[in-house]
Nanobody, 122 residues
Framework: QVQLVESGGGSVQPGGSLRLSCLYS????????WAWFRQAAGTQRELVAS???????NYADSVKGRFSISRDSAVNTVYLQMNSLKLDDTAVYYC????????????????WGQGTQVTVSS
């Protein structure tokens, strides 16, 4: 059984930073590609950052250069470092375990955490 628990959200002013963590339990951590999604009120969930099993990363254009996804297999944790936060980054952030399809695009398994709220406001 796969369980994901996100933490690290909070309220921050524009320009600030937060680091989100996602603690994983279940099958072998290295079996999955990993990603962070976010969902703002009234919008669809969107892919923010992903990491392949080999460690390659990909980012949405809106966060490129500001966000960084990483993982620590020793503690079964995936991170999202968020810098230079903007008002538009306000959302609930979700960790996800998934895979890459034959075209190299990230595809989520139905493994989601409860989400962690990030609020950017002045």
């Amino acid at each position: 059984q796969v369980q994901l628990v996100e933490s690290g959200g909070g309220s921050v002013q524009p320009g600030g930073s937060l680091r989100l963590s996602c603690l994983y339990s279940g099958k072998t951590f290295s079996s999955y590609a990993w990603a962070w999604f976010r969902q703002a009120a009234g919008t669809q969930r969107e892919l923010v950052a992903s990491m392949t099993r080999g460690g390659s990363t990909n980012y949405a254009d809106s966060v490129k250069g500001r966000f960084s996804i990483s993982r620590d297999s020793a503690v079964n944790t995936v991170y999202l470092q968020m810098n230079s936060l903007k008002l538009d980054d306000t959302a609930v952030y979700y960790c996800n375990a998934g895979y890459l399809n034959t075209g190299g695009a990230y595809r989520p398994y139905n493994y989601w955490g409860q989400g962690t709220q990030v609020t950017v406001s002045s």
